[in-house]
């Protein structure tokens, strides 16, 4: 039942508009229903009165027939064509008003159906971005693509047919069988005897078909996954030439999806041919049991004509159920997936907000330890850091260090301790506020498939070009710009994959210096370029990390020398922090470092 609310919850505000579509279909079944009663008239009324020239009393006995017999011209010996251009005119006029019904209808549902689709994405991808990095860390990201792509268009095909359908075949099946009761009540009951058996059959295959439609999408999922992975990492790919390992890997995990999709196509061959003998021996049943009725004259020629017109269409919503319960049970493990995303706790964006940010930090007793593991790698870590201060943070893989600057920017929080910023506990500060004023150039850069300046400009597209070439020399991308084809019109394809790792470093600098955050933090972001470029980058740097609070992860001395003080991080401990300088004097982390490369840049000079 849960499922069925949060189907029918997509329709939102256009609720009222299905309601009125399914009005509107209801009205045309009801019309629908006239067109067999024009038959019946005709063969009872008109033809039946000149077999017998006018000498026996029309035998027509239901009340809708003799009101729709009463609209037409009283029979002469001479009119006859006259009267049956009036029932064709009279069966027009019914077919007219039922399509025009059934068109309007059918032109709501699809306009709120486009619109009901385009709310539910544009929500989905906005809840998206309000996760917190744990979600998106644990989750697959073919997956997502999947729930954002194939399960909404699931939805999509639900309601777009299913939703008013219902109501279609509900009212069909219900006029048909009132007009069959009309006529003759037993003949009626005789005529829809199978359908509990088909209903039965029916809600069986909705219990098969939602669990292995829910395996066939968990299977879809994976190979959404693999082909997303491959193409981003297709230079690896290459580069170790797996293109027939990845194709392997693609055709393996293609079979497990041709499993269970050759098992529900089975589920469907095994249900339809059931379902279709059944309704043709009702068909069978009826027509038997109508002869039976015409030769002991409890019914006549035309009511038998008009009784198997509503035998075939109350045929039609009896053998669409199966179709109505297999999109049904697909749309119902749709909205279920979809609901691991809307479902998961969204970060709160409340707290403080515009104020201006010192850079005062300090860490107290603070221990983490990621979702999901049990292994803390923070441990009671406490330091503090003045405004404006240069701060390294150095230590082996895994020490920690980054995940210091994922505490900083509440990507997460700690399961022990206080972070203040500014002498007021970090958590009290808006998260989107917080992260603005925290510029962070990541090790391993990303770029969005657009052109350099997009990129730089990521934040703000109108950004005067004065500021940006501004950025760009201070990160010694403006320096190299004209080696690209169309500048910084220059498309850097997926992920920058046009882009050496140097290059994709200095536009991820200059998009971050260009935002001129008050705290900025380098994470390696000048890994992938050489000594004397990381020197231009480091003179360059200097105006725009005046008074900032700068924390810098580094492995090369040359990047942290000219720090305040560094942070040594050991398996999740503070192991020192203090000067460069006294560093060197004492026995430890940075000593080793520092000694190791020195000795290596004299063996390389000699």
């Given amino acids: 039942m849960k499922n069925f609310n949060k189907l029918f919850d997509v329709l939102h505000v256009w609720k009222p508009y299905y309601l009125l579509s399914a009005v509107l279909l209801v009205v045309a079944t009801f019309f629908r229903m006239l067109e067999p009663k024009v038959l019946q008239i005709t063969i009872d009324g008109i033809i039946f009165w000149y077999q017998h020239n006018g000498l026996e009393d029309i035998k027509i006995t239901d009340t809708l027939a003799r009101w729709l017999y009463n609209l037409l011209p009283t029979p002469q010996p001479d009119n006859l064509n006259q009267l049956l251009w009036w029932a064709a005119i009279m069966y027009l006029s019914i077919a007219l008003i039922r399509s025009a ?16 689709t385009k709310r539910l994405r544009d929500n989905l991808f906005a809840y998206l971005q309000k996760l917190p990095l744990s979600f998106h860390v644990t989750a697959t990201t073919g997956e997502l693509i999947q729930r954002c792509t194939g399960d909404v268009d699931t939805v ?22 009132v007009m069959m009761f009309s006529i003759h009540a037993a003949y ?35 190979l959404t996954s693999i082909v997303e992975e491959n193409l981003g990492g297709i230079r690896v790919v290459k580069a170790f030439a797996q293109e027939t390992a990845e194709n392997q890997k693609f055709e393996n995990q293609n079979q497990a999806k041709l499993s269970i999709g050759l098992r529900h196509v089975q589920l469907h061959a095994n249900f339809w041919p059931l379902s279709d003998f059944l309704y043709h021996l009702q068909v069978v049943v009826s027509i038997l049991a109508g002869g039976f ?7 006549t020629i035309g009511e038998l004509s008009a009784f198997y017109s509503y035998i075939v269409m109350v045929g039609w919503p009896v053998r669409n159920i199966g179709r109505v319960i297999s999109q049904l049970s697909m749309s119902l493990v749709a909205v279920e997936r979809i609901a691991t995303i809307t479902d998961a706790p ?98 391993k850069p990303f770029l969005f498939s657009t052109t350099i300046k997009r990129n730089i400009a990521y934040t703000n597209l109108h950004t005067p070009e004065e ?74 740097l200097e105006r725009y990390i005046e008074q900032k609070t700068v924390f810098i992860i580094a492995h090369r001395v040359t990047a942290v020398q000219h720090t305040d003080k560094i942070l040594v991080m050991q398996k999740g401990e503070v192991a020192h922090f203090d000067s460069p300088e006294n560093l060197l004097q004492q026995e430890g982390y940075y000593r080793q470092i520092y000694q190791v490369q020195a000795t290596l840049e004299n063996e390389i000079l000699n």
């Fill in 101 to 116: 019904g059934t068109f309007i209808s059918s032109a709501i549902t699809a306009y709120s159906t486009e619109k009901a």
């Fill in 156 to 177: 999509k095909r639900f309601i777009g047919t299913q939703v008013v359908d219902v109501v279609l075949l509900s009212a069909i099946f219900i006029f048909s069988f």
């Fill in 188 to 222: 009626a009951i005789i005529a829809i005897c199978l359908t509990p058996l088909i209903f039965i059959q029916s809600y069986l295959f909705f219990k098969r078909e939602s669990k292995i439609w829910e395996e066939h999408e968990a299977e879809q999922d994976k």
């Fill in 293 to 299: 009725y015409v030769l002991n004259n409890a019914l």
């Fill in 346 to 443: 969204a970060e709160e964006y409340t707290g403080i907000t515009g104020t201006k940010v010192q850079g005062n930090i300090a860490f107290k007793n603070v221990w983490f330890k990621y979702p999901g593991s049990d292994e803390y790698v923070l441990k009671d870590v406490s330091f503090k850091v003045q405004s404006g201060q240069k701060i390294a943070l150095m230590g082996p893989t895994g020490s920690g260090k980054s995940t210091i600057i994922a505490l900083l920017s509440r990507f997460y929080e700690p399961d022990k301790g206080e972070i203040l910023l500014d002498n007021v506990p970090l958590t009290q500060y808006n998260k989107q506020f917080l992260r603005s004023r925290i510029g962070v150039v990541l090790q």
């Fill in 467 to 540: 500021k940006l070439i501004e950025a760009s020399t201070a990160a010694s991308i403006h320096d190299i710009i004209h080696i690209f084809p169309q500048g910084y019109d220059t498309m850097v394809g997926e992920k920058g994959v046009s882009l050496s790792g140097g290059q994709k470093q200095r536009v991820t600098l200059a998009r971050t210096l260009l935002e001129t955050p008050d705290i900025l933090v380098l994470d390696d972001a000048t890994s992938a370029v050489d000594t004397e470029t990381e020197y231009d980058i480091q003179q360059a």
